[in-house]
């Protein structure tokens, strides 16, 4: 299967952490909307419209299961996540990391921590491909 159409908006990706939330059985309508009120007030019927459109789009895959439907997310979080901060990058820094970076510093110094910090993500970053960490086949 291809990548899932499009980005996500603020609310889509709330939606798709209630889903991954709920891994690896997946998630009802009602589960997410549990979710999601819990924290805000949100219709159910909202809830059920942006799953839907998400499952349409190619995010979220569902299956029959109780007399409804159990939806689950078609990539891990963590390569969802990883798309959308180069989608980002790629809009509003023109492809450039290190323009990310500097604008995020804004001219602060950096202690040595975050540079030793820094410094590991920079060699992880040379190194070969490793499993990425929750992801589904």
Same mark, same amino acid.
């Given at each position: ?7 996500? %908006?603020?609310? !889509? ?29 949100? %219709? ?15 995010? *979220? ?10 939806? !689950?997310?078609?990539?891990?979080? +963590?390569? %969802? *996540?990883?798309?959308?901060?180069? !989608?980002?990058?790629? +809009? ?10 500097? +604008? ?15 410094? !590991? ?17």
């Amino acid at each position: 299967m291809g990548r899932p159409d499009g980005n996500l %908006t603020a609310v !889509q990706l709330e939606i798709m952490e209630a889903v991954w939330a709920s891994e690896p059985d997946g998630a009802t309508v009602g589960d997410v909307w549990g979710r999601i009120r819990a924290a805000r007030p949100v %219709t159910r019927t909202t809830v059920l419209n942006l799953v839907d459109r998400l499952h349409r789009r190619g995010w *979220l895959r569902r299956r029959k299961a109780d007399g409804g439907y159990r939806y !689950q997310a078609v990539e891990g979080r +963590s390569r %969802t *996540l990883s798309h959308l901060a180069g !989608q980002f990058v790629e +809009s509003y820094f023109d492809g450039s990391a290190s323009n990310l970076v500097m +604008s995020l510093l804004g001219g602060r110094p950096l202690d040595e921590k975050d540079i030793e910090r820094l410094r !590991q993500i920079l060699d992880e970053s040379q190194a070969p491909d490793a499993p990425e960490e929750g992801t589904r086949a």
